[in-house]
């Protein structure tokens, strides 16, 4: 089946940027999502990003696709406290309205001062 | 828009009995209703997909007769956990699809934490 991976932890400075990443297996994926959650709170959509796309920005959230190699990653710039959370990524191959998402087990992403 | 809730957002309940959760999407129509499930430092996991008027679809491995999904009507979807035992402790949430303009996204709730002793 498909498979999502993520690493678990990712630990950056305040003001810094932070580079999540995320590799999926699925060759047929069409929308890649990234959702954020806080603690004891549900999934917020943070952006997602068409298969035939490389690129997409949205303020300080910029997400890269490299569909060779079925590798996503999320950029936030100037990492504030209000960012620390677990940010999970997520795929679709029919388009997410339509039939539930396959996520990875979401990366904690730690602000340290 | 596309606010979901839930409800309860925590329940205990005792080994052997049954608990239903709601999701109910307050300012869309959702066409589509999905129910995941989340072990601590775990993803979701996906258990039904639900259209309102049918039948839920299950993924493989989910138990139809003990998780229960009726989707009633285009704002609400309800889970029945039947004859809930320890192993069933874990957060359940909702995601609804179908708001106008955004064909690609599910909005989540804010998910039910249920505990079995």
């Known amino acids: 089946g498909e498979d999502v991976e993520q690493s678990l932890f990712l630990s950056v400075r305040e003001g810094d940027s932070s580079v999540i990443n995320c590799t999926y297996t699925d060759s047929s994926s069409t929308y890649l999502y990234w959702y954020k959650q806080e603690p004891g709170a549900g999934l917020q959509l943070l952006t997602y990003?068409?298969?035939?796309?490389d690129m997409k920005q949205d303020q300080r959230l910029t997400v890269l696709l490299n569909k060779k190699d079925k590798h996503l990653s999320l950029r936030i710039a100037d990492t504030q406290t209000g960012d620390s959370a677990i940010y999970f990524c997520a795929e679709s191959s029919s388009g997410g309205g339509a039939d539930g998402l396959t996520f990875g087990k979401g990366t904690h992403l730690i602000i340290q001062p | 828009g596309a606010v979901v809730s839930q409800h309860p957002s925590r329940v205990i309940c005792k080994s052997g009995t049954s608990v239903k959760i709601e999701c109910r999407s307050l300012d869309f129509q959702a066409t589509t209703m999905f129910w995941y499930r989340q072990f601590p430092k775990q993803s979701l996991m996906l258990m039904a997909t639900s259209n309102e008027g049918s039948k839920a679809t299950y993924e493989q491995g989910v138990e139809k007769d003990k998780f229960l999904i009726n989707h009633a009507s285009l704002t609400l979807s309800t889970l029945t956990v039947t004859s809930a035992h320890p192993e069933d402790s874990s957060f359940y949430i909702c995601s609804a699809s179908g708001l106008a303009g955004t064909p690609h996204e599910q909005y989540f709730g804010p998910g039910t934490r249920l505990t079995v002793t």
């Open positions: 990003i068409f298969s035939n796309m």
